[in-house]
């Protein structure tokens, strides 16, 4: 199945939004509002690969919600890492075929929790 121009659109803004956030160009924060705006739309038409999207874009939540709640400025390395995986999945994660090309769902909590902020 392909994409209509709309969803195509919308698929392209979310790597563009990725991209922006790689260039320094958006805080995680607006980051993370963007995903989801853009998301929404596909909540209802192919809710499989929303739920799949959710699961991406919880990492980026969690670890920046446990940035927040430990008072720290920076991510730590691990946790970059985490979020340089999870935006790499978002990446090639494409509607229609629900997969990423990469090793997506390997994001287990317990290890977004370890990797949230540095010491």
């Given at each position: 199945m392909t994409l209509n121009d709309f969803e195509a659109r919308q698929i392209l803004l979310m790597k563009e939004t990725i991209e922006d956030y790689q260039q320094d160009k958006l805080d995680i924060d607006n980051l993370i509002f963007n995903l989801t705006s853009l998301a929404n739309f596909f909540e209802e038409k192919d809710p499989v690969w929303h739920e799949r999207f959710l699961e991406?874009?919880?990492?980026?939540?969690?670890?920046?919600?446990?940035?927040?709640?430990s008072n720290k400025t920076d991510f730590s390395q691990e946790a970059k890492q985490k979020i340089d995986e999870a935006l790499n999945n978002l990446s090639n994660y494409s509607p229609r075929n629900n997969q990423?090309?990469?090793?997506?769902?390997n994001f287990p909590l317990k290890s977004i929790?370890?990797?949230?902020?540095?010491h």
């Amino acid at each position: 199945m392909t994409l209509n121009d709309f969803e195509a659109r919308q698929i392209l803004l979310m790597k563009e939004t990725i991209e922006d956030y790689q260039q320094d160009k958006l805080d995680i924060d607006n980051l993370i509002f963007n995903l989801t705006s853009l998301a929404n739309f596909f909540e209802e038409k192919d809710p499989v690969w929303h739920e799949r999207f959710l699961e991406f874009w919880g990492t980026l939540e969690i670890l920046n919600s446990l940035r927040i709640v430990s008072n720290k400025t920076d991510f730590s390395q691990e946790a970059k890492q985490k979020i340089d995986e999870a935006l790499n999945n978002l990446s090639n994660y494409s509607p229609r075929n629900n997969q990423s090309s990469q090793n997506a769902g390997n994001f287990p909590l317990k290890s977004i929790f370890s990797a949230s902020v540095g010491h």
